[in-house]
Every structure is written in structure tokens, then in C-alpha cells.
């Protein structure tokens, strides 16, 4: 491989994607740019290289030789590019996953970091859960999340730091027509011989899923089986109104169509939330993310756990650690 007088970084960007996702249409997404072009940059790098970095069919993209060993190279290129900028506070954008849109926790936090540092360039992204969430931090695909953080594999957490942000309080999304929807708080003894839906089967979610099964242990509820992942207000009041199954959510949650948010009281099933990036990341907005957290969960009492408020004891472990 014969070496040239100089490389652009954005070419190496766009090698490390398209390595990543082995998909030049996903890779192209990634990057907000037209597949033509990162396919173009894709051929110019391999030129002055002198090499073959990717094999290339109908059916599939794979790393050749030469790919597989330029890979970890280009990665440390960027890494460093990444660094120096930041040291300058001329950062790309810190992103910064919110689960989904409606949700209020991240929501919040993140416009205070706004606040906070609005020098920096902030953005939003909906990965579902932070499962799903983990894999991007870890591919430095996303930057930081929200969730559930003893739901992650001990692997996925070795990897990540985290930072308690609150106990949010569940609850349970009911057609407005349910027996129970005439409550204003529902005790979770009324739901004995429910099943409630909590995202079985998805797999960006398995950590509400687990909590769920925690939650509903000797008392009587069922989690649903899995179904079909409804995207879209229109398709979540579809499948709402042909199930009609209670489905296990949180306080902040929305109501959409003809549904109602009841808290769960007696005890108050508690949801932990988290702050959680990758550890060495570097960012100059990662600090001002981090204070806003702070910030907020303080004015807010999020860290305040109810009188009887239930949390497996996991959870409230690895609440009281903070990186």
C-alpha cells in the first residue's frame, strides 16, 4: 500500500462508517450526505491509497484485507482529530440520545445544557432504549443517553460512565374506556390479572422489559407477548385500540388519542434514570450536559425517592454511584 503526501480526514470519516455499517445507504445517512458522494470519496481514498478497501456487490459491502487493516489506523486519526478540536472548543456536535420524542427527563436536561453552553452545538436523537442506545455509545455513533443503567450486560457498563438523574415514577397507559381509567391513581393490586404490555420482544428495550417482570413478580400481572413495535402516533392508537392491553409507562409519558396516563401508586414503582456516555469521551459540551443534569434533578427533587417507592435493589446500588 503505497503512502501519500497527505490524507483528507473527511475521507477517513467516511471509510470508518462505511466499515461500521457495511451498508453505503445507512453509512450515507449517518453522515447526511448523498450516497453518490461518500460513494465517490469511497473510490478517491482507495485511489490514492493504491488499494481495494472494500468488496462490493448487489447483495453485500464487506472489508478486504487492506480495509481490515487500514480500519484501526483511520480510527485513531479521527479519535485524535476529535481531540484536538475539542481542546479548541471547535467540537463537532455532541449527541445526545433521548429515548423518544415526548419524554420528559432528557428532554429537560438537555435544554438546560443548551443553556449552559450555548457556544455548543447540542442534538437530539431517538434511539428507544438504552440497549439500543449502548451499542451506538460504544461505536461513538452517539455520544450520551438516558435509562435504565442496571439493565445494561456488565460488559455494555464497563464501557460506559454514569450519573443518577432520577427516580421517575411509573405508570400505565389505559383506553380511556378501561375500568381502571376512571381512577386518578391506580394501586398496582388493581391490576391483578392484567396483562401489560412493556416492550417484550423489542430488542433495543429488554431493560424496561426486565424491570417490568421485576415490578409484576407474585403480584399477579402479566407482561404481554411480544408484538409488533408500533412507530408513529397513528399506528401506537391503532394497535391501542385493536389490543386494548394496559401498557407499563412512566408519569412523563404522553397521552395519544383516546388513552390516559395513570400513576401507579402502592407502592410507587420507580424507574431509574441515568445519565450514561462513553468513557474517554472528550467534548467540551459533555461537562455542561453533566451540570444540567445535575441542576435539574436538584430543583426538580428527582433524586428524592418516595416514602415506599419501590426499586430492585440492583437499581438502587447503582443509583448511589456516581462517575
Known sequence: MPTPAHLDPRLLR???????????????????????ALSRDVRRL???LGAELF??????????????????????????????????GQA?????????PGLVTGRLVLERARELAPEQELMARYESGLTGAAAELLAGRVDASFGRFAGLAPAL????GQQPVRYE????????????????????????????YAGAGNPRTPEWTDLAHRLFEGRGIEVAAPAPLAVGE????????????????????????????????DPVPLSPVSLVWRRGLVHPALGALRRAASQVAAENGWLRRPEGGWIPAADAALMSVHD
Do not use: K
Not at 380511556?176 to 391490576?191: I, Q, S
Not at 397513528?234 to 388513552?259: K, N, W
Open 14 to 36: 467516511g471509510f470508518v462508517t462505511v466499515a461500521d455499517e457495511l451498508h453505503f445507504t445507512r453509512a450515507a445517512a449517518r453522515l447526511y450526505v448523498a450516497q453518490q
Open 46 to 48: 482507495e485511489r490514492e
Open 55 to 88: 468488496v462490493r456487490t448487489t447483495r453485500q459491502v464487506t472489508l478486504t484485507a487492506d480495509g481490515e487493516r487500514l480500519l484501526p489506523y483511520a480510527r485513531r486519526v479521527l479519535q485524535a482529530q476529535d481531540d484536538l478540536l475539542a481542546a479548541f
Open 92 to 100: 463537532r456536535p455532541l449527541l445526545v440520545d433521548l429515548n423518544s
Open 157 to 160: 457498563r464497563a464501557g460506559l
Open 169 to 196: 415514577p411509573m405508570a400505565v397507559v389505559l383506553p380511556e374506556d378501561h375500568p381502571l381509567a376512571r381512577l386518578t391513581e391506580v394501586p398496582l393490586a388493581a391490576l391483578e390479572g392484567e396483562t401489560v
Open 234 to 265: 397513528e399506528e401506537f392508537q391503532r394497535l391501542m385500540d385493536r389490543a386494548r392491553t394496559p401498557i407499563l409507562a412512566v408519569v412523563g409519558f404522553p397521552a395519544i388519542g383516546s388513552t390516559v396516563v395513570r400513576p401507579l401508586v
